[in-house]
């Protein structure tokens, strides 16, 4: 099985940048479908994007169109998470997560077998 490392979370001020980065060891990261999801305090989980195997497709919520971009490198076995234009409301625990069938693009965190242990990502105002 897959096992999934996240880094690069840490503080921004609004309007900022950071890319998130989730690693994966123990199979190829090309055997997956590929989530990130967040969790606020008093919140639950919340679908952010995902990508499949390939690439080639990609969905977002609405909450974060055109502000955050999905990408993956097969060959570093990384998936990525672009974020712009940072609001405080997207502050939150950030976990990737890794979905052998990906036949469609499930936004429910239920679909998703395998998670990593998330990276803490504050936006100050």
């Known amino acids: 099985q897959v096992q999934l490392v996240e880094s690069g979370g840490g503080l921004v001020q609004a309007g900022g940048s950071l890319r998130l980065a989730c690693a994966a060891s123990?199979?190829?990261?090309?055997?997956?479908?590929m989530g990130w999801f967040r969790q606020a305090p008093g919140k639950e989980r919340e679908f952010i994007a995902a990508?499949?195997?390939?690439?080639?497709?990609?969905a977002y919520a609405d909450s974060v169109k055109g502000r955050f971009s999905i990408s993956r490198d097969n060959a570093k076995n990384t998936v990525y998470l672009q974020m712009n234009s940072l609001k405080p409301e997207d502050t939150a625990v950030y976990y990737c997560?890794?979905?052998?069938?990906?036949?469609?693009?499930?936004?429910?965190?239920?679909?998703?077998?395998?998670w990593g242990q998330g990276t803490q990502v504050t936006v100050s105002s």
């Open positions: 990508i499949s195997k390939a690439g080639g497709r990609t």
């Open positions: 123990g199979r190829p990261l090309s055997s997956y479908g």
């Open positions: 997560a890794a979905r052998e069938e990906f036949l469609y693009i499930p936004i429910s965190d239920l679909k998703y077998g395998y």
